[in-house]
Nanobody, 121 residues
Framework: VQLQASGGGLVQAGGSLRLSCAAS????????MNWHRQAPGKQRDLVASITRSGSTNYADSVKGRFTISRDFARNTVYLQMTSLKPEDTAVYYC????????????????WGQGTLVTVSS
């Protein structure tokens, strides 16, 4: 499974951006897709998650401002970010937990390459 993230950029505080992350490969079923972010000098934190059933979860810092969604047909996850703040500046990474079903099911985790979001004050 390979993940390709896109959509980062420079935006003013209060603005919006939408990140996308597309999964490619074959023979897998994605279970949960997640967005994480890592600000300079800080640890990588989970921002939002969406399960195969559509259940979502958000970090407290982004609740009400960010929305995660998923297109099953395209194996793509989106992160709509609104009311952006300078503290949202970070490299955003998508991550997928998946299963490869066969004689012996195998669980895996894949990471995208990261996309930089910079919010200016």
């Amino acid at each position: 499974v390979q993940l390709q993230a896109s959509g980062g950029g420079l935006v003013q505080a209060g603005g919006s951006l939408r990140l996308s992350c597309a999964a490619s490969g074959s023979g897998f079923t994605i279970l949960t897709m997640n967005w994480h972010r890592q600000a300079p000098g800080k640890q990588r934190d989970l921002v939002a998650s969406i399960t195969r059933s559509g259940s979502t979860n958000y970090a407290d810092s982004v609740k009400g401002r960010f929305t995660i969604s998923r297109d099953f047909a395209r194996n793509t996850v989106y992160l709509q970010m609104t009311s952006l703040k300078p503290e949202d500046t970070a490299v955003y990474y998508c991550e997928a937990d998946y299963m490869v079903y066969g004689d012996t099911p195998v669980a895996g985790r894949a990471w995208g390459q990261g996309t930089l979001v910079t919010v200016s004050s």
